[in-house]
């Protein structure tokens, strides 16, 4: 008994590591965090997108209208409009951060490095087939500090 009040601790620390490579605790792995990003939008029955895809309602050639927020957050990233084109034309539609039944318009980010290497996400709303509104601009590498409204 008094041999396996020795080892316990050891054992413990054993299994708890197991159980942690196995879960792979120390890489911060989330499932919310590692949903795959696809090209095309699906709408699921509850609403949430999902990683099968079908063509939705982003024209990738649409006429882009900024909002005000957009703009300020695009000045303080530093990202150009030029480089939001390039995210709409070539960017993968990233479904946990998209919601198809947002109102007035769906929204859906799209997320992709731009010419500059910039890792970008910016977030679009097609209103119509020929016009979409970019809501946010994001750098997902760096932390800007922006005083947008």
């Known amino acids: 008994m008094r041999s396996l009040q020795k080892y316990l601790p050891v054992i413990l620390l054993g299994i708890l590591l ?3 490579w196995h879960q792979e605790w120390w890489k911060g792995s989330d499932k ?10 699906v709408v699921t029955p509850s609403g949430r997108m999902s990683a099968n ?3 939705g ?4 050639q649409a006429r882009l209208e900024y909002t005000k927020h957009a703009i300020c957050r695009m000045d303080c990233r ?3 409009r030029e480089e939001v084109q390039e995210i709409l ?4 539609i990233n479904p946990e951060k998209s919601n198809p039944n947002d ?3 769906p929204t859906y980010a799209l997320e992709g490095y731009s010419h500059e290497g910039q890792h970008l996400r910016i977030v679009f709303a097609p209103c ?3 016009h979409a509104k970019v809501i946010t601009c994001i750098d997902l590498e760096k932390d800007w500090s922006c005083s947008c409204d």
């Open 32 to 41: 919310k965090a590692s949903a795959p990003i696809t090209d095309k939008p």
């Open 18 to 20: 197991f159980a942690g």
């Open 103 to 105: 109102q007035p318009c």
């Open 57 to 60: 309602l982003l024209n990738r």
């Open 89 to 92: 034309s070539t960017g993968r």
């Open 128 to 130: 119509d087939p020929q």
């Open 78 to 80: 530093h990202v150009t």
């Open 53 to 55: 895809v079908s063509e």
